[in-house]
């Protein structure tokens, strides 16, 4: 693999970060990890625009793999940047004392774990909210992204590759000569 990865993946990995991270756009996310499968398919189509010869599907997989990690790594900031803006992250302790009072038969090991964790910094709350939300794009992203460069690779290699499948039959029979007269 002599093909720079990078560049690609780099670019397809801004797409994912930034619209799966945007407050009414990331919806399309709902749709089967849209703008993520989508993010490793244009890597894949970058990728094949790079290069003269048809991009392998371990290629257009690994591109995709990365692109996955760079979208996880963008979404952080984006989100927490357009969610600030728009005053919709909170520290959490509004979540937790909702299910402290919607919480009927909760074990008292795990009121007393929600307590602590209501009664912490306002810090802490935020920082476990962004880790969670990090590590939850960064599964969510590997594999979905994987998946886009993989369908990417398939759909837009070109090359003596694509002829191949489209007759699997092999080569077409010599012409017949014309008959004599």
């Given at each position: 693999?002599?093909?720079?990865?990078?560049?690609?993946?780099?670019?397809?990995?801004?797409?994912?970060?930034?619209?799966?991270?945007?407050?009414?756009?990331?919806?399309?996310?709902?749709?089967?990890?849209?703008?993520?499968?989508?993010?490793?398919?244009?890597?894949?189509?970058?990728l094949?625009?790079?290069?003269?010869?048809?991009?392998t599907?371990?290629?257009?997989?690994?591109?995709?793999?990365?692109?996955?990690?760079?979208?996880?790594?963008?979404?952080?900031?984006?989100s927490?940047?357009?969610?600030?803006?728009?005053?919709?992250?909170?520290?959490?302790?509004?979540m937790i004392?909702?299910?402290?009072?919607?919480?009927?038969?909760?074990?008292?090991?795990?009121?007393?774990?929600?307590?602590?964790?209501?009664?912490?910094?306002?810090?802490?709350g935020?920082a476990?909210?962004?880790?969670?939300t990090?590590?939850?794009?960064?599964?969510?992203n590997?594999?979905?992204?994987?998946?886009?460069?993989?369908?990417g690779?398939?759909f837009f290699?070109?090359?003596p590759?694509?002829?191949?499948?489209?007759?699997?039959?092999?080569?077409?029979?010599?012409?017949?000569p014309?008959?004599?007269?």
């Amino acid at each position: 693999m002599s093909v720079s990865l990078f560049q690609p993946a780099l670019l397809a990995g801004v797409v994912i970060g930034v619209l799966s991270s945007l407050p009414v756009v990331n919806a399309g996310n709902c749709c089967c990890c849209m703008w993520v499968v989508g993010g490793g398919a244009l890597g894949a189509w970058l990728l094949q625009q790079n290069t003269a010869r048809a991009i392998t599907i371990a290629e257009g997989m690994l591109v995709g793999l990365l692109a996955g990690v760079i979208g996880a790594v963008i979404a952080v900031p984006v989100s927490l940047a357009s969610h600030s803006l728009l005053g919709g992250l909170g520290d959490g302790r509004d979540m937790i004392d909702r299910v402290l009072e919607r919480a009927g038969s909760m074990p008292p090991e795990l009121r007393d774990a929600l307590e602590r964790a209501r009664s912490s910094s306002l810090s802490a709350g935020g920082a476990l909210t962004v880790l969670l939300t990090f590590v939850m794009s960064l599964v969510i992203n590997l594999i979905f992204a994987t998946l886009g460069g993989l369908l990417g690779a398939l759909f837009f290699r070109k090359g003596p590759e694509t002829s191949d499948w489209a007759s699997p039959a092999g080569p077409p029979p010599p012409p017949i000569p014309p008959a004599a007269i």
